[in-house]
């Protein structure tokens, strides 16, 4: 069977964990053997937060620089920080609006411009998905479904044999009922808009990159 | 119905390693489980919580480890399978009772659940508790996937009762906190009462009992190490002369390295579950067969020494090596890449890697350190202690979330060794200094371990102030409750402490409790701390707000905004308070209102008044 190694990695709050668990819940599901791992304690205090899925056999919960298959970044940073999990083969797939550390704010460091860092990670690996994920979860009428969108976006890539149906289904009994309704349509979204950005594999559309909100722009 | 509870035998499910511990506990008929929680082994007491609710089970959340772990001993030696829970620092709180509970031993099944932390994710220190296994005499099991946390739980109770001792079950934060395939067994019901038969000539330890204790505990180790050689909990996969002896998660790393390497057929891999006694019989037939064998053990070189002790008994003269082939340290958790390049050097065998690209010139980044939450009470306290104090007081801490306070601008961090030591080490700062000292405990801390430290103050005449940080929750380690809290709410009826009444009771003349929300009112108070020639104790009492929210205790938050006609860009907000709800947006300070929760501290302290509250 073949297996895959991916990266999650946000910060606290953006819901990465959840995002990993349902995709070794629809893994497990599918017949696919899985492994999340997962560190707790500070993911509420605005630190990063990194999570990893392993499957198809791999049984170590942990990914070693350079080995990641996918990485999935929710926020450009934290994309950019978790690059030393990457081949030249792996494909990053990153939400596009920044969430600047506070440390930003007391000037103990500068955000940097949002089209210098995705340009960054275009020329290292070779397929990257870049979309505005907090603008689509937005659209999917809940800002907190940014991690379905970058769950439905992991899927649209087709870079697992995981299908959208068996991740649908994972949501609607794993998640609360009451954002059922936004999370599938934020998982759509999501799915779209990886496939309309995965057929620009070599370039990534700067329309895409620019829409994004960016706030303390500099 | 908890979902550790459903009776289906067979079905299968991703479950945390944490869960898959309880319920292997449920199938192994628990009656009695207690703790004090700690990250990494903080969510299997909250699953035990609920599931207490639901059953027969009684759990509890005592005061500390070495509490728990007495508790437990009571319920053990009346009959009942029970469970302690802790992470790794917390059995140094507890090695008091378990050395001599190793000699009177147990009668129902006694499981003590030990969470190691390789590379410190949230602890003081990277200890190697596998040490207590050979201090106390303990049989030690470790496990390496979510499956084998549970059956092993059963086995281990298992053990316990065969060899009348409680079993350390060590595990790791990586163990804990991965989420892995698991397959039901059954549920086995609990025995709602045992007995206690009284033989006091055993259970009461005064010397002359205790010289023939030891004696007996000496003897039950040679019967566990003749389980240990038998166990299937201690096997070797593979036919191969390369040997790679290693333990719980590294077994992952080895396999998953072996796989890659693709040299199944050049090795064979023992591992140790029951890794407490040594199987020394099991190990020297294994060594005799192999060329080489390397040790894949994450910390302390425990195996690795052994291994060779035993090599040389039996005149074996294979290399045997481990630590400092290929990466593999003393220090931090190991990863698949590391272990595998260990293999390749060692054993000398190819591997065309991944192409990784070149990094330099990534733009630099900031960092993004944790910090303590919007509307966290813990920074106003720290405000008011700062205006008053000046940055030249000794700040002993101590740990919870606090201890952020340590970053920058709060900075009020100065010393913390481990629970309880911001009390008992002010007593020493004071009196070898003639700085200032102001020390923070939280209040789920101070009940664990201040309560001695501040007796020693008071009986010895120390001065100094100590704040307890009362938040009315355990708040880092996810919300659990503590003597101090109200847990009406909760669904269950216990009784609650007042601290202010323990701080008195334990003869402090000079107590306060503050708001630290009011901050000119909490600088008042801080200020006569400073005046009173003596011990001083502020409690500082406000709710932590994320666990308000999550326990529906939370009022619609009113956020604030800078009002820029009135702000003149002091900025003493956010280099003061460093709330995470402001930014700079144009140079100026702005608050994003969806972190906002209106705590207001901010508004109090702008010397324009440039801080208001939004209009609703």
């Known amino acids: 069977m073949k297996s895959w190694r991916l990266v999650f990695t946000g910060v606290g709050g953006q819901g990465n964990l959840l995002a990993s668990r349902l995709l070794g819940e629809a893994a497990l599901s599918a017949g696919i053997p899985a492994v999340v791992s997962e560190i707790h304690g500070m993911a509420q205090r605005g630190g990063i937060v990194e999570s990893a899925v392993l499957l198809g056999g791999v049984t170590s919960p942990v990914v070693s620089n350079g080995e990641a298959d996918v990485l999935i970044g929710f926020e450009p940073v934290e994309t950019l920080r978790a690059l030393n999990k990457c081949n030249i083969n792996t494909l990053v797939i990153t939400n596009t609006c920044p969430l600047p550390p506070f440390t930003a704010a007391i000037g103990q460091g500068v955000y940097p411009p949002l089209n210098d860092m995705l340009r960054f990670v275009k020329k290292k690996v070779k397929k990257v998905i870049a979309l505005d994920g907090n603008a689509l979860a937005d659209k999917a009428g809940n800002p907190l479904s940014l991690n379905i969108v970058m769950l439905g976006a992991l899927i649209g890539s087709k870079a697992l044999t995981i299908s959208a149906e068996d991740v649908k289904k994972t949501i609607s009994t794993s998640t609360k009922q009451t954002f059922l309704e936004s999370n599938l349509k934020a998982f759509d979204l999501g799915f779209r808009d990886s496939q309309k950005n995965g057929n620009q594999i070599d370039k990534v559309s700067l329309h895409v990159l620019e829409a994004g909100n960016i706030p303390g722009k500099n | 119905m908890h979902k550790l509870l459903t009776d289906s035998p067979g079905m299968e499910t991703l479950l945390l390693g944490n869960e898959a ?127 084998e946390m549970k059956d092993m739980t059963v086995a281990a109770f298992d053990l316990s009762e065969d060899l009348k001792l409680p079993v350390i079950f ?39 009992v205790s010289r023939n204790l030891h004696k007996l505990l000496l003897e039950k180790y040679d019967l566990s190490l003749a389980m240990s050689e038998k166990s299937p909990l201690n096997r070797i996969i593979g036919k191969g002369s390369w040997g790679i002896v290693t333990n719980g998660v590294s077994f992952n790393y080895v396999n998953d390295a072996v796989s890659d390497l693709g040299i199944f057929e050049r090795v064979s891999i023992l591992c140790l579950g029951f890794s407490w006694p040594m199987p020394a019989d099991l190990i020297t037939r294994f060594l005799k067969q192999m060329e080489k064998v390397l040790v894949v053990e994450e910390l302390e070189p425990i195996i690795e020494n052994e291994l060779k002790a035993i090599a040389q008994e039996s005149g074996i003269t294979i290399p045997v090596k481990g630590k400092g082939t290929g990466g593999l340290s003393r220090l931090f958790e190991y990863d698949p890449g590391m272990v595998r390049n260990a293999i390749i050097e060692y054993f000398g065998c190819d591997y065309k890697g991944h192409k990784i690209p070149d990094l330099s010139g990534i733009p630099e980044l900031p960092a993004r350190p944790p910090g303590l939450c919007p509307g966290c009470p813990h920074r106003a306290t720290y405000y008011a202690v700062k205006e008053v104090y000046g940055p030249d007081a000794i700040h002993p801490t101590d740990i919870g979330c606090y201890t952020l306070g340590l970053l920058p601008p709060v900075s009020m961090a100065d010393f913390v060794i481990c629970m309880g030591s911001s009390v008992s080490s002010s007593c020493g700062f004071s009196q070898a ?60 009826d216990l009784t609650r402490i007042s601290i202010e009444d323990v701080v008195r009771g334990c003869g402090v003349k000079d107590v306060h409790v503050a708001r630290p929300f009011k901050i000119k009112k909490t600088i008042e108070t801080v200020k006569a701390t400073m005046e009173y020639d003596g011990l001083s104790v502020i409690i500082s009492k406000e709710m932590c707000p994320l666990f308000a929210k999550n326990a529906g205790h939370f009022k619609k938050p009113r956020p604030f905004y800078v009002n820029h006609e009135k702000c003149k860009n002091h900025r003493d907000c956010i280099n003061k308070l460093a709330c995470p709800a402001m930014f700079l947006e144009e140079n100026m300070v702005e608050i994003d209102r969806n972190l906002c929760i209106g705590c207001s501290v901010c508004a109090q302290i702008c010397p324009e008044n440039a801080i208001l509250p939004l209009k609703k």
């Open chain 2, 170 to 208: 060590r595990t790791t934060t990586r163990l804990n906190h991965i989420r892995g395939a698991v397959r039901f067994g059954k549920l086995k019901p609990s025995q709602k009462k045992g007995t206690f038969q009284k033989d006091p000539f055993h259970f009461v330890t005064v010397p002359a």
């Open chain 2, 433 to 492: 200094s003639d700085q200032k000292v102001v020390s923070f405990i939280g209040d789920s801390t101070f009940f664990h371990s201040g309560i001695t430290g501040l007796i020693n103050a008071v009986h010895n005449n120390h001065k100094f102030t100590l704040v307890i940080l009362d938040n009315g929750t355990t708040a880092m380690t996810g919300h659990q409750p503590h003597p101090g809290v109200d847990t009406s709410h909760m669904g269950v």
């Open chain 2, 21 to 147: 511990i309880v319920r292997g506990a449920l199938e192994a008929g628990i009656s009695f489980a207690t703790c004090y929680p700690g990250t990494p082994s903080s969510e299997i007491s909250d699953q035990f919580f609920q599931i207490s609710k639901e059953t027969e089970l009684y759990f509890e959340y005592s005061t500390n480890e070495k509490v728990a772990l007495e508790v437990g001993a009571g319920a053990a030696v009346c009959g009942l399978r029970t469970m302690v829970i802790m992470k790794h620092v917390g059995l140094n709180v507890a090695a008091d009772p378990l050395m001599t509970l190793a000699y009177v031993g147990i009668k129902g099944g006694m499981v003590i659940i030990n969470a190691d932390d390789p590379s410190l994710f949230s602890s003081q220190n990277e200890q190697d508790n596998r040490y207590y296994a050979r201090l106390s005499g303990l049989p030690m099991l470790e496990p390496t996937n979510t499956q």
